[in-house]
């Protein structure tokens, strides 16, 4: 829970760092970059380890890297509304994993799980023009992100006990590669000047990263991937509430009312107990 609340709040220094002027990936890069410095000493500690599990490691890392990395790309390029709670699908696609995969079954409380949640992503999207298609890139971007931080539940929740100290070596590896490549294919910049003007957001963010991580990784190795991302979506009324006072972005009853939905698809799962 403390963990989605954390999360909620990471857009507030990744555009306190594009008001220096850098923009689009830049941001997310930067920051992953820097936290990737930061954990260098835990990488030398834990290196035998991190080699002997390389291949798990690996593919949980990049997919991870590809949610925060398109997550944080989604912020800069549509509503932070939007692209919290559109990524905040991700219990509807963590349901339908666990059912395909994990062979959970399909309780009455996951279809209103799944019901509550493409619900609120049309009201989200808006219906009046047909299908609730998304509206643009960024909007696209945090669609793919949460379907991809599901699919990274998914291997945590599967793979052997991993100490906290090396997933969390793994996914900021992951994300610093995944975000770094975002800002390349982009043809983004980082002018000296920028850089020295953002650089204390740019520690912060590093700083603020490996903590929300290890708050986020480790229940995931123990919580079914559906329960870890409804629990997580504390990052929603975090998010919402946070934007709707800092951000100056519209919020009104359309969004309201997806945010409500979208949280009732949590209160459905955390009332009853785990029994997947």
């Known amino acids: 829970l403390m963990g989605g609340v954390l999360w ?94 994990l062979g959970h079954r399909p309780t009455l409380a996951r279809f209103a799980t799944l019901a509550l949640g493409l619900v609120g992503l049309c009201v989200v999207l808006g219906v009046e023009n047909g299908l609730p298609w998304p509206r643009s890139t960024g909007d696209v971007m945090a669609l793919i992100a949460g379907a991809s931080w599901s699919r990274a539940s998914l291997e945590l929740y599967r793979m052997p006990t991993v100490p906290v100290p090396d997933l969390i070596v793994a996914f900021v590896t992951g994300c610093a590669a995944i975000t770094g490549f ?47 991302g409804l629990l997580l979506m504390t990052e929603v009324v975090a998010g919402v509430i946070s934007a709707a006072l800092l951000s100056g972005e519209p919020f009104g009853a359309q969004e309201a009312i997806g945010a409500l939905l979208i949280t009732a698809a949590l209160l459905s799962e955390v009332i009853r107990p785990e029994k997947d």
């Open 182 to 228: 975002l800002f390349l294919v982009s043809n983004g910049s980082a002018p000296h000047i920028m850089l020295l003007t953002a650089a204390p957001w740019i520690v912060f963010t590093a700083v603020y990263i490996v903590p929300t991580l290890a708050m986020t990784l480790w229940p995931a190795t123990l919580l079914t991937p559906a329960r870890a």
């Open 8 to 101: 909620g709040l990471y857009w507030i220094p990744l555009k306190e760092v594009e008001a220096a002027g850098l923009v689009g990936a830049a941001p997310s890069a930067l920051g992953f970059g820097a936290a990737f410095v930061m954990i260098l000493p835990l990488f030398l500690w834990r290196w035998r380890a991190l080699v002997s599990r390389k291949a798990d490691l690996t593919v949980a890392g990049l997919l991870a890297g590809t949610s925060i990395g398109l997550f944080t790309a989604a912020l800069s390029q549509t509503e932070i509304v939007r692209a919290i709670l559109l990524f905040y699908l991700s219990p509807v696609w963590s349901t339908a994993l666990g059912m395909a995969v």
